[in-house]
């Protein structure tokens, strides 16, 4: 190995998930999606918090539910951690979406379903 490619390269994990290191290129080397567990530790959390996060809807990315497993989109991460997603993504990066509902107005009230004329 030479100088330049070691360093290049992440360090080593302990294995334990603590002190890993969570290089922008090795969070990309993960590939389109990942397990929950690996995307809990590149934010820091346990296995357990993790699925707990998860379950209830409140893990800092998107998590999809496929079957009895959990997977998260590596773009999502690279979002949350303001990295930008490259475009062979296939979940590119999100742009904020844009509220387009003062555009739409209506001269009469919306229809609640009641069809009886109105007393005056």
Sequence with gaps: ??????????????????????????????????????????FGLGRALSYELARTDAFPVPVLRVGARYKVPVAGILTTLGLQATPGDLTPGGMRSVDHHDGISSIEPPYNGDTRKKEP
């Design 1 to 42: 190995m030479t100088s330049t490619e070691a360093t290049n390269s992440d360090p080593p994990c302990t294995g334990d998930g603590q002190g890993e290191v969570w290089s922008e290129q090795r969070i990309r080397g993960l590939g389109t999606i990942t397990d929950l567990p690996t995307a809990g530790r590149i």
